[in-house]
């Protein structure tokens, strides 16, 4: 079962600008990250937030994490072409034991030149 | 560090056929992974392993599914009499993890494509 939804399921921006992606969840959790994947290749982690903060930075990408609402944001700043592809929030669940993570159905995001 | 590797990359079945797929973690991560993802959607997690102790397998995966990981270095996912609907990427996944919980990042593989015909 997926635990996390992405929303908007599709994104087409031009580049330069920025892209926010957002995730809900539904079960307490130890941590949430997020990750990349371009078509037909296995998914990139981009960033892990534990669920006692709130933000975290990394590059052109910041990560928040509202616990109380369930729910995360990814914002890319400044887009470029490369960034084109599919974007997935996965969390651990402290009532499942947390010893794996369970995905969204992910974001697309197209970035055109 | 060379990566998660998965062997084939392709694989093209006719149905009723066994077919084994092949995971090389990255050598010191002590946990590997097992999804699958079918197209427009998230990877659903399948099991996983501690070293070679298989911990956790998901209901989807049905007693056509087995998964062994000996000696706990590679893994190997075998699907008997396989079905159209196990079309699907598999891919695999290994971590470095301390204590109970996923406190750090998983690295994938590229995975491997499986056609039912």
């Known amino acids: 079962s997926q635990q996390g939804e992405e929303d908007p399921q599709a994104l087409s921006i031009q580049e330069g600008e920025n892209a926010t992606m957002n995730c809900s969840y539904k079960?307490?959790?130890?941590?949430l990250q997020w990750y990349r994947q371009n078509s037909g290749r296995g998914l990139v982690h981009l960033i892990l937030?534990?669920?006692?903060?709130r933000e975290k930075h990394s590059g052109r990408l910041r990560v928040t994490l509202d616990t109380s609402k369930k729910s995360s944001s990814l914002l890319i700043t400044a887009s470029r072409a490369a960034d084109t592809a599919s974007y997935f929030c996965?969390?651990?669940?402290?009532?499942?034991?947390?010893?794996?993570?369970?995905f969204g159905t992910g974001t697309q995001l197209k970035v055109e030149l | 560090d060379t990566g998660v590797s998965q062997d084939p990359r392709h694989k093209i079945t006719k149905r009723g056929q066994n077919v084994t797929f092949r995971c090389d973690p990255i050598s010191e991560h002590n946990r590997l992974y097992w999804y699958r993802q079918t197209l427009g959607q998230g990877p659903e997690f399948l099991t996983y392993?501690?070293?070679?102790?298989?911990?956790?397998k998901s209901r989807l995966l049905s007693d056509r599914f087995s998964a062994e990981r000996p000696k706990g270095s590679f893994s190997t996912l075998e699907i008997q009499r396989t079905e159209q609907g196990d079309s699907a990427m598999y891919l695999c996944a290994s971590s470095l993890s301390q204590g109970g919980w996923i406190n750090s990042p998983l690295h994938f593989g590229n995975g491997t494509r499986l056609t039912v015909t």
């Open positions: 937030i534990r669920s006692n903060e």
């Open positions: 996965a969390t651990d669940s402290r009532t499942g034991g947390g010893n794996k993570l369970t």
């Open positions: 079960t307490s959790i130890n941590n």
């Open positions: 392993f501690q070293n070679e102790a298989q911990l956790e």
